[in-house]
């Protein structure tokens, strides 16, 4: 199985502010890795896929980078609705989710 | 536009097994491929299974191999999850995610979720 890591854990950022958030993989996934949104109460939302595509209606404010283990997610000025949990996701084998980085109001 | 449509909230007693339901709308069940993907109170998200469209077969996790059934009824567009020998660790709410060709296979579209209590 394809493990994630996600770093930080938590992120604590002013709106406005540039949000960098992290995930690893245990062994080579190429691009084949997604990023996704989730608020308090509501299903997951994709935001990126194939590490660098934005979704259908995403804003261009999110975009994503990486391949084989290292891949980034990067939020160029926060607004007040893009905190949240920010999970990362892998097809390159199984399916299989990170942990989650938590991105919250400082 | 899909949309997915679960089953209300279960409350189970440890070793019973539960069965969730997703409705699908907008598409037809065989347009797609269809996953679960559950989420343990305050965690994070962990798939479970699906249908894997390159070989016709639904894929499970190995945590979960051998507890868990989904099935489809083609004729209602109805896609089910069965979970058995239910334990406390299995209290989560539970979604149904599609993937498509157009989403490149990743989960586009999510169910709002069914939470499962397993208590005595």
């Known amino acids: 199985e394809i493990v994630l890591t996600q770093s930080p854990a938590t992120l604590s950022l002013s709106p406005g502010e540039r949000a960098t958030l992290s995930c690893r993989a245990s062994q080579s996934v190429s691009s084949y890795l997604a990023w996704y949104q989730q608020k308090p109460g509501q299903a997951p939302r994709l935001l990126i896929y194939d590490a660098s595509n934005r979704a259908t209606g995403i804003p261009a404010r999110f975009s994503g980078s990486g391949s084989g283990t290292d891949f980034t997610l990067t939020i160029s000025s926060l607004e007040p609705e893009d905190f949240a949990v920010y999970y990362c996701q892998q097809r390159g084998g199984l399916f299989t989710f990170g942990p989650g980085t938590k991105v919250d109001i400082k | 536009q899909v949309q997915l449509v679960q089953s209300g909230a279960e409350v189970k007693k440890p070793g019973a097994s539960v069965k969730v339901s997703c409705k699908v709308s907008?598409?037809?069940?065989?347009?797609?491929?269809m996953h679960w993907v559950r989420q343990a109170p305050g965690k994070g998200l962990e798939w479970m299974g699906g249908?894997?469209?390159?070989?016709?077969?639904?894929i499970y996790a190995q945590k979960f191999q051998g507890r868990v059934t989904m099935t489809e009824d083609t004729s209602t567009d109805t896609a089910y999850m069965e979970l058995s020998s239910l334990r406390s660790e299995d209290t989560a709410v539970y979604y149904c995610a599609t993937l498509r060709p157009l989403s490149h296979y990743y989960f586009d579209y999510w169910g709002q979720g069914t939470l499962v209590t397993v208590s005595s």
């Open positions: 907008g598409y037809t069940l065989t347009e797609l491929s």
């Open positions: 249908f894997d469209p390159e070989d016709g077969e639904t």
